[in-house]
């Protein structure tokens, strides 16, 4: 158990469009879900933690104008990249908590955005 | 933001060797995870560490929890192709009401055939 998915697994928009992400806790309840951003080569940077039911908490310098998340039930959030530029084109990864049990997380597969 | 110092950053071996590599934080924390990233990929769990001095095995991987809380390493056995990719080493931290996970940089491996 424990399957985390995201869709779509990869996306290309122009410039100034918004792209959705939504991520599923695929057998699982996620009273807690993660959205992460990577770079080519580089660790996993920590955009929001959203819980269910409430507003997302960003990290500092995470625009939450920019980045819209909601996370209206135990197995879905969506990331919402509003007016998209190029340099919004990142890896972006989620993951989930188990509403019982640890606070391990399980990561989805990322989803690839390329903004032109 | 705070990271880990993870290390080796990248490792070239020959298959069938083993491996190791290793975390270190100034601060402590209670839970700390290995995970493995694919490219392309998500992080994928490989060890989860639960209790200062813990030492857990999954298959040919053997991770411990440091005593003083502020380390683990992980080690390969016997390393095959597909260990290849990058392994990250993450603690359980708390950020307000949030526990959020905080990152090495990761250690790429290559393993020649």
């Known amino acids: 158990g424990a399957v985390v998915s995201q869709h779509p697994s990869r996306v290309i928009c122009k410039s100034g469009t918004s792209v959705k992400i939504e991520c599923r806790s695929l057998d699982f309840q996620a009273t807690t879900m993660f959205w992460y951003r990577q770079f080519p080569k580089q660790s996993l940077m920590l955009m929001a933690t959203s819980n269910e039911g409430s507003k997302a908490t960003y990290e500092q310098g995470v625009e939450k104008d920019k980045f819209l998340i909601n996370h209206a039930s135990l197995t879905l959030s969506t990331l919402t990249v509003t007016s998209a530029h190029p340099e919004d084109s990142s890896f972006y990864i989620c993951?989930?908590?188990?509403?019982?049990?640890?606070?391990?997380?399980?990561f989805g597969p990322g989803t690839r955005l390329t903004v032109l | 933001g705070q990271q880990l110092n993870q290390s080796p950053q990248s490792m070239f071996i020959q298959e069938g060797e083993d491996v190791s590599m290793n975390c270190t934080s100034s601060?402590?924390?209670?839970?700390w995870l290995w995970y493995k990233q694919d490219p392309g990929e998500g992080p994928v769990l490989l060890i989860a560490?639960?209790?200062a001095g813990e030492l857990t095995s999954n298959g040919r991987l053997t991770a411990q929890f440091g005593i003083t809380r502020k380390d683990s390493f992980l080690n390969i056995s016997a390393s095959i192709p597909s260990d290849v990719g990058i392994y990250f080493c993450a603690g359980l931290g708390y950020a307000g009401n949030n526990r959020k996970l905080i990152w090495g940089l990761g250690t790429s491996l290559a393993v020649n055939p």
């Open positions: 993951s989930a908590t188990r509403t019982s049990g640890t606070d391990t997380q399980y």
């Open positions: 560490l639960y209790k």
């Open positions: 601060s402590i924390f209670n839970t």
